[in-house]
Nanobody, 120 residues
């Protein structure tokens, strides 16, 4: 199986920065796309940023220019650098990965989530 473990969340004042990390482990053969999603209370889970295996990225309009996604394929790790944080960024952030694993199966996996709280 495959596990995703996020870290780096916490409480920060508006205008501050945080860096989230997500490490994938298990019987991994290859990882295609990796991404970060977030879910605020009472709202749906939305895409924040996404990076493909070739390094192409895309971002939600609300975070463009403030957040940067990157990955270290050798470490099966994806990062989200979040700058100029706003109270509206408060949410649980989830890592997601499209993984080929085991005997060649392919599936989508989620981490357990990490809380990001931005105070005004």
């Amino acid at each position: 199986q495959v596990q995703l473990v996020e870290s780096g969340g916490g409480l920060v004042q508006a205008g501050g920065s945080l860096r989230l990390s997500c490490v994938a482990s298990g019987s991994i053969l290859s990882i295609n796309a990796m991404g970060w999603y977030r879910q605020a209370p009472g709202k749906q889970r939305d895409l924040v940023a996404h990076v493909t295996s070739t390094g192409s990225t895309n971002y939600a309009d609300s975070v463009k220019g403030r957040f940067t996604i990157s990955r270290d394929s050798a470490k099966n790790t994806v990062y989200l650098q979040m700058n100029s944080l706003e109270p509206e960024d408060t949410a649980v952030y989830y890592c997601n990965a499209d993984v080929r694993y085991g005997a060649g199966w392919r599936s989508n996996f989620w981490g357990q989530g990490t809380q990001v709280t931005v105070s005004s």
